[in-house]
């Protein structure tokens, strides 16, 4: 069975949502020490290259506010009774020039007397008997345009649907009012109103477009537009909210409507006391608008400030559904409801996706399946990088080949291994006598299996990582951890016989996961313990005699502190000759132990560039200076040359990353 629903806008044919390029860019800011509820705010403010995000909706929220507050006046009602009232004075002033009676006299006296003021003019010729039938249709026009528009200030539509109405349509309203204010009344008391809303509805439903389905509904409704009400009358001049309040007691010729209308708000401000009753705003257009359209337009004001406040996702636990769309695409049009339902999609998506899990703390983490996805992602990066390098072959190959190691696994994006045609034909051939089809064998690519290889050496690798401040400080510290992930993720999904071990080093050195190195935030404590670091290194070494050991350091200052026998930290700025003793000490124990060994000079310090060149040719080893954007190519590529010494990687270096790596011995 079909179902259908109403079309929402936006390219039918555009692409999901893509959670790679979403999450790469929350991994770089939480590399960057942000936290992943906080990135992901970050995300939705910046959107995507394809939507705009909530900074850019925001912005438009409130320019549509600024050009609603421009281009209006409130003075439109009074401007309107002016215009009437000096019509009717015009006409009466010409039928008693041609009247030549007495009273005609007395007449033009109280006429060319009448006070200034509009709302005073109008209130003195309540009980004027007018000669000129224009000149009393112009009076009558002017009690019953105030009548209207006070009633359109809270039921909307009214000012139209009570144009040229009669007694009997006005007996209707007045009706409609007592019997609201009684539904509203007896709510208010507590009272069960389901069966008393049900009769209302069904006696004044017309004059409530909207449908409320319910008495809360309906409050709802009526109290939005009754405290914007308030906010117009709030936002007039004390001379316009004189004149206003002077002149309602001639809307429809009676004072009972105000009354009628100052009891319902009563109510309503009582049954809805969170709804802004008392603000107001500055309007400074030209454009008058009445006291039923300035109502609405203080209605759209209060929306666009709920969305406004809404898109900036400002309180504890707000998320992406909170957004109102159908309130933001009537105020931006369908477009921006189309760029919020995506962000609200996406925020969905990456929740629902398992990338981002709840510590028991109640914070949000990145899961091990989005460090996976990342560390793909940077490894997509190196490989084209790589790629790019003359000499260079793609480092998804990098593993394939070796011996074969009898096993096999399901093919995975990516893999370049031969398949194991016997598994796949066989695993065909099950799926389709399970799903019972009549069609013969259809070969399916969740069937496919490829043969594991091992490679020919096993590698006990260790990547020590600089996290000084002064990594931090010189925006070297996400290019590290990516370099880190990008190291991991080769690893452990195309060398899975290694053992790699990751080193952090500031002032102490500590072994780390890749989930702790990646969520670690800067450290801005003094030291660099490259002494530690390598005793932790060459304790990895140990614990895998059979593997070629293999060092990586990445490192953009000199030693410049030691772990003292007891177990405390030393630290001497400049290097103290002990640190520099003690690192090289164990420098020499790796080296001993036959590690290949590659230092990663980051920065121009000629102090360092110095220590490191003689490092490195005390071991054997090499020095790459990259630009931070090579930095994960040339460490994948130094490992995969490391462990396959005779291999492109290991003689054609200086070709591998263009001339910027030099060998240091």
Not at 98 to 108: H, S, V
């Amino acid at each position: 069975m079909s179902r259908y629903r109403r079309y929402d806008g936006g390219d039918p044919l555009a692409p999901p949502v893509d959670l790679r390029e979403a999450l790469d860019a929350i991994g770089e800011d939480v590399m960057a020490g942000t936290s992943p509820e906080r990135a992901l705010r970050e995300l939705l403010r910046q959107g995507t290259r394809s939507r705009v995000g909530l900074d850019e909706l925001a912005r438009r929220v409130a320019e549509r506010r600024r050009e609603l507050l421009a281009k209006h006046q409130l003075g439109g009602t009074l401007d309107e009774v002016r215009r009437l009232l000096d019509d009717a004075v015009l006409a009466e002033r010409k039928q008693l020039a041609r009247d030549l009676d007495d009273d005609a006299r007395f007449a033009e006296m109280r006429i060319e007397n009448l006070p200034p003021s509009t709302a005073s003019a109008v209130s003195e010729l309540a009980d004027y008997p007018w000669r000129s039938s224009d000149a009393r249709e112009k009076y009558e026009q002017i009690k019953d345009l105030l009548g209207r528009e006070l009633l359109d200030q809270r039921f909307a539509g009214m000012k139209q649907a009570l144009e040229n109405a009669t007694d009997e349509d006005r007996e209707q309203v007045e009706a409609m009012l007592r019997d609201l204010t009684d539904l509203l009344a007896a709510h208010a008391r507590g009272d069960d109103t389901t069966a008393q809303f049900e009769r209302f509805m069904a006696e004044h439903g017309d004059f409530f477009p909207e449908d409320p389905q319910s008495v809360e509904e309906l409050i709802d409704s009526l109290a939005a537009r009754a405290a914007a009400a308030q906010r117009m009358l709030a936002s007039m001049t004390p001379e316009q909210r004189a004149e206003l309040a002077q002149l309602s007691a001639q809307a429809f010729g009676s004072p009972g409507l105000m009354d009628q209308l100052s009891q319902l708000d009563d109510l309503l401000r009582g049954l809805r006391p969170g709804e802004d009753w008392d603000g107001s705003e500055r309007f400074s257009g030209e454009q008058g608008l009445g006291l039923g359209d300035g109502t609405g337009v203080l209605q759209d004001v209060a929306q666009l400030d709920a969305l406004s406040e809404q898109l900036s996702q400002a309180n504890p636990g707000a998320r992406m559904d909170d957004v109102d769309l159908d309130a933001l695409a009537r105020q931006l049009g369908d477009e921006a409801a189309v760029d919020a339902r995506a962000l609200a999609e996406l925020e969905k998506a990456l929740r629902d996706s398992g990338y981002l899990t709840r510590a028991t703390d109640g914070t949000l983490r990145l899961s091990p399946r989005a460090m996976r996805e990342l560390g793909r992602s940077l490894l997509r990066d190196v490989a084209g990088r790589l790629s790019n390098r003359q000499g260079a072959r793609d480092v998804r190959t990098a593993g394939a080949a070796g011996e074969a190691s009898g096993a096999t696994r399901p093919w995975e994006f990516g893999d370049t291994e031969p398949w194991d045609v016997t598994r796949t034909m066989t695993n065909a051939l099950t799926r389709t006598a399970a799903e019972g089809s009549g069609d013969g064998i259809r070969l399916d690519i969740r069937d496919v299996e490829v043969v594991e290889t091992e490679a020919r050496t096993r590698a006990a690798v260790a990547l020590l990582v600089d996290t000084s401040f002064s990594m931090a400080m010189d925006g070297r510290w996400v290019p590290m951890k990516r370099t880190a992930l990008a190291l991991h993720q080769l690893v452990s999904s195309r060398f899975r016989g290694d053992h790699l071990e990751l080193i952090g080093f500031g002032r102490h050195a500590e072994v780390m996961q890749i989930e702790e190195l990646t969520g670690l935030d800067a450290m801005w404590e003094k030291g660099t313990n490259l002494h530690h670091a390598l005793l932790l290194a060459n304790r990895h070494f140990r614990r895998h005699p059979h593997e070629q050991p293999v060092l990586l350091i990445v490192t953009d200052g000199e030693p410049t502190s030691h772990l003292e026998p007891g177990g405390e930290v030393f630290f001497d700025y400049p290097p103290h000759p002990r640190t520099i003793a003690l690192a090289v000490r164990e420098l020499d124990a790796a080296a001993r132990l036959g590690a290949q060994t590659t230092f990663f000079r980051l920065g121009e310090d000629p102090g360092l560039a110095r220590f490191v060149d003689s490092m490195a040719k005390r071991a054997g080893g090499r020095v790459v200076a990259p630009e931070l954007g090579d930095l994960g190519a040339a460490v994948v590529g130094s490992y995969l040359g490391s462990r396959s010494p005779g291999s492109e990687y290991g003689s054609s270096y200086r070709d591998l990353f263009g001339g910027r790596g030099f060998w240091a011995g």
